[in-house]
Structures are given as C-alpha cells and as structure tokens.
C-alpha cells in the first residue's frame, strides 16, 4: 500500500489511555443491573446473562499472569472512522496478556463467521492500520446474526481455531445480536465468550452507560468542515441556497453536531417534526419562509441541513412504514417475485386507505424505496432517498406560488450535496483514536476477565484522556421489548434526539438568530497535530450533555 505523508505520521502517534488499563489491571464491579424496560420478558429470554453487574477497571499493584487465549473480531455494519483502534487496542492489550494470544479476524462482516471466512491479525498486519480510518483490514458486512444454524456454523470454526472470544463491534442491532448469540454459547455451555463494542457514525448508540458510538466525532468533523466550505462560498457568491443532507439513518444527531457546529441558516431535526407533528408540506413552508425572509434583506443563499432519516418521522410517512413493515413480512409470500409495478399496484389495495393514500402521494421513487430495498436488518435505505431534491423542488413549488400572490421570495437557485460515505472512513479524530484504542483494550480486560454478554465502554471522555475510566455493561442492561415486523423483539433501545435535552435547547435558542443573520462558523480540517484545544476537543453534543 503507498502511504500518504499523514498516514505514515500518524502510525506513530500512541493512542492515550486512561490511567485504570495502563499498567496492571483490576476489576471493579458493581450491583446486579436491570434492563432498562420490560425486566421480566427479558430476563426469562436471557437467563443466563441478565443482571450481570456492571465493571470498571481500575489500577493494581498486583501482576496477573494470563493463560495463553485466541481471539476472533467481526466488524459489522457500516464503517465508522476509529474501527482500526478498537482492533489495534485489543491486539495489544491480548499481547501484553500474554505474548502467546492470538487475534483472528472474520471478513467482510459476520458472515465471515458463519462461512469461516477468516484471517489470523499478526503484528505487521496491525501496525500498517494504526491511526487510519475505513475497516478495510478485515472488511465489513450487515448479514444478521439471527439463526441457530448460523450460530451453530460459527461455533464449528470458534472451536477448529480454537478462540475463547469473540468480539462484535457494531452498532445497535448488531450489540442487540452480541447479547443473543452470548447468551446462546452460554446456554450451551460452549465456553466461548461474546463481547460488544459501541460503533456508529449516527450517534445513536448511546444511554446511561455509553457516553458516544465511536466514530460520531470524525464523521460530524469531517462534514462539519466540507459544510463550513460551503458556507463559506455561499457567503462569497451569494447566489445558491445549499440543501446538504447528512447521514444518520433514524437519528438526527449528526445534523445536530453539524449545525451546532457551522450554525447553518436552516437545520430540520427529525425527532422535533414527529413530536410537532409536522407534514412534508409544514417543513417545506418553514424552509421557504426563510427563503423569503433572507431574500427581502437582499440575502439570496443560505445552507439547510437535512438528516437523511427525516422522511421516516414525517407521522403519515411514519405510519407508512409501519405497515409496510408489518404487511410487506407478514404477506411475503404473496409479494415475492412482483415487479415493483405489480407491487405498487397490489400495496394501494392491500394497505390501508390513508396509508395507501401518503404511498400514491409520494414522488414513484421514494414510495418505491419505502416498499422495496431494506437492509438485512429491516432498515430502509434511507441513504439512497434523495429528500434533498424532494425538499428543494417542493420549496421552489411554494416560492412560485408564493411569487403568484404577489409575495416577494427573491431569487431562488438551490444546489443539492450529500454527506454520508464521505466521513464513514475519514482517519479517526485525536478523540475517535484514543477513544477507539481505549475500547478495545478494554474488550481485551472483560475477556481476561471471563465476562460474557457485555459491552466495552470507556465514560468520562470530556476530560483528559488519562481521566477516562474503562469498563463493561452487560448488553441486557439496554435492552427492552419492540415491535419489529410484526414481533415482539428484545432491542437495544436506539438513542434519538431528545428535544429536552441540551444540544438540542441551545440549537433552538439560536436557530433564529442564525436563519436571518449569516452568523456562519467555519471548523476547518481535523487537526492531527498541534495544540489540545484545537486537536483533541469532544464534540458539541458530548460537551453539552455532560454540562461542560
Ligand atoms: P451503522 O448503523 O451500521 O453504523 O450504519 C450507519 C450508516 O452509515 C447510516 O448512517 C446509513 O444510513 C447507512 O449506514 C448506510 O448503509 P450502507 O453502508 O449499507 O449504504
């Protein structure tokens, strides 16, 4: 591989650690936990590995000595800037156990499991990925982990290489899949322990106990700066108004960040238009309103950020989705092999009228979306939907109309971007990487420590690195029951944009301000090296949250 002059800079930076996994190691664990809802359900549906107390690891004078283990790590879902670390920080972390372990990697996701697709992670491999975004070292994949053979398959190879661990890093659905294939090896007795490892870029992996999915910080950096160009071009032109949705599939954090960030003119958070229960066609009126608003102070250009998920909290899009979920799994066998025509025609007699009614309305190619293409996991691929052009051409429609009545909307020239796959594998912040290194080798203590079912966590990360403090949280701590297509499931309850909290309070305090004023900021680049305050901040959110 030919290494760019920052890559091979930055392969000798040396992630912080806190104090509590720098030298020898100890557990301190506290009180029998409960999940977070539905306690009874959940605990009959994992006997063996609910109520596990919560752990910390902390100094200890005392040397341990490790029996020599084998490790297997599976990179699941999408990429997250930091992935590199978390195996980096468990592949030293095993070796400082025990010069003899060994750390298996299984490719291109967790069907590299269940078709034994895998390869052994040797020292050379590791150091060509310290530091570096992307999960190309051993490639990601979304199948699901969900059936007994798949399970069954994997416990073949688990038991051929000999591997004691295994540890998923992914991000709610697939922490929810950790926690059932834990408790599936500890029913059996097999001896193999399952850890999880908090990864996303959309910052919805997140509760009591996990501070941030990893990964969320590069990403809203990286789109915060690509943002801050733009506007800082807007501002130089001053002829286009930017529609730029951002990724994050349900949550609208990222959008958060960034505009917490870049103070763009128009920010819509998807969580506040179900709570208002706002239809596309409010949204449209708010974004035009402003359009008009800075086009009478002569300000034709503005920025507006979009999270990618909108389109499901709009509530009759919502509801929507909700039945086509339940009818699209429950009515399988009469849709498969239909042309997308033939399902379009046979959805508007089967769903119900109100819903058929929101499906017709819909521009073909985003109804075609909803009915068709999920991930394995169920998800509509809301990446793929372009609500940027929809929102646009709906907001030119009103400006027209607008115009028509005799209303002065100004001059209204719209260019639409996406961020998304361009942040995914950005090389990970000071933060990601520290924090990433600081994960793993805590997955690499909660194996040493015989735990199963639990979840790598590192809390407190506002503060300097050294202060951080490293444990675990049993995965069914988080769990609760939902409805997922058409069945009661235990999930990990997904973290969305709480309007009561106070990112989201001090967004709403200024929106105004930063609607009418070009109030814009411009972050810059991820800075590597240089001082702390510029390269090694948290983000906005994380700070906020904690009061900070
Ligand atoms: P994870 O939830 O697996 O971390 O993926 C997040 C994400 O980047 C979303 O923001 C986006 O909607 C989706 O993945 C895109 O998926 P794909 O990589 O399959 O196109």
């Known amino acids: ?81 930091g992935g590199h670390n978390v195996i980096c920080g468990i592949f030293d972390e095993l070796k400082k156990q025990n010069p ?14 269940v078709d034994h697709d895998y390869k ?42 000999d591997i004691k661990a295994l540890i998923i890093i992914g991000g709610d659905d697939s922490n929810t899949n950790a926690c059932v294939l834990a408790e599936y090896y500890a029913a059996q007795n097999a001896g193999v322990q399952v850890i999880g490892c908090p990864k996303t870029i959309d910052g919805d992996l997140k509760n009591e106990q996990i501070e941030t999915s990893f990964g969320f910080d590069t990403a809203c950096k990286t789109y915060a700066e690509v943002i801050g160009n733009i506007q800082r071009d807007a501002n130089s032109a001053r002829k286009y108004w930017h529609f730029i949705k951002l990724m994050g599939r349900s949550a609208s954090h990222i959008a958060l ?3 917490l960030q870049t103070q763009p003119n128009v920010t819509i958070i998807s ?79 089967n769903l119900a009228a109100d819903n058929a009614a929101t499906f017709l309305s819909l521009p073909e190619a985003v109804g075609n979306q909803l009915a068709l293409d999920r991930d394995p996991h169920g998800n509509v691929q809301v990446s793929l939907i372009e609500t940027e052009k929809l929102l646009s051409e709906m907001v030119g429609e009103k400006l027209a109309t ?12 719209p ?30 203590q909660l194996i040493a420590n015989g735990k199963t079912g639990y979840m790598a966590i590192v809390k407190n990360t506002t503060a300097p690195a050294a202060e951080w403090v490293a444990g675990g949280v049993p995965i069914t701590m988080m769990l609760n029951m939902e409805r997922r297509h058409g069945e009661m499931k235990p999930v990990i309850k997904k973290a969305l944009v709480r309007l009561d909290g106070a990112p989201f309070k001090e967004f709403a ?22 001082p702390t305050e510029v390269c090694d901040q948290c983000t906005v959110t994380l700070r906020l949250e904690q009061g900070k």
């Open 120 to 161: 052994e992670l040797t020292a050379d491999i590791i150091d060509e990925y310290r530091n570096t975004g992307g999960f190309d070292m051993i490639g990601s994949g979304r199948t699901k982990l969900e059936k007994t053979e798949q399970y069954e398959s994997g416990l073949k190879i688990i038991r051929e290489l």
């Open 1 to 81: 591989m030919k290494k760019s002059a920052l890559h091979i800079a930055r392969a000798a930076y040396q992630p912080k650690l806190p104090l509590g996994l720098r030298g020898n190691v100890s557990v301190k664990e506290g009180a029998p936990t409960e999940s977070v809802a539905d306690q009874e359900e959940i605990k009959k549906l994992f006997p063996n590995t609910y109520g596990l107390p919560l752990v910390e690891f902390v100094p200890s004078e005392e040397k341990k000595e490790y029996p020599a283990i084998n490790v297997g790590i599976i990179l699941s879902g999408g990429q997250a800037p």
């Open 402 to 413: 607008w115009k028509k009545e005799g209303k002065y909307v100004g001059k209204f020239a």
């Open 100 to 113: 003899a372990n060994k750390l298996y990697g299984f490719l291109m996701g967790p069907g590299g499991l």
């Open 271 to 349: 969580e506040e238009v179900e709570e208002k229960n706002m239809s596309l066609d409010d949204i449209v009126e708010y974004i035009a309103g402003i359009v008009a608003k800075r086009a009478a102070a002569g300000n034709n250009f503005g920025t507006i950020l979009i999270p990618e998920g909108l389109i499901e909290f709009v509530p009759a899009i919502k509801k929507l989705i909700a039945e086509l979920n339940d009818l699209l799994a429950v009515k399988k066998n009469e849709v498969e092999g239909l042309s997308i025509a033939e399902l379009r025609t046979w959805l508007s007699k």
């Open 509 to 530: 305090a200024n929106r105004e301000t930063w609607a009418e004023q070009t109030a814009y900021v411009y972050p810059g680049p991820i800075q590597y090296f240089g």
């Open 257 to 259: 960040e960034c505009a």
């Open 415 to 444: 260019l639409h971007h996406f961020f998304g796959y361009e942040g995914r594998c950005a090389a990970p912040s000071n933060y990601d990487a520290d924090y990433c290194y600081a994960l793993g080798a805590s997955a690499g």
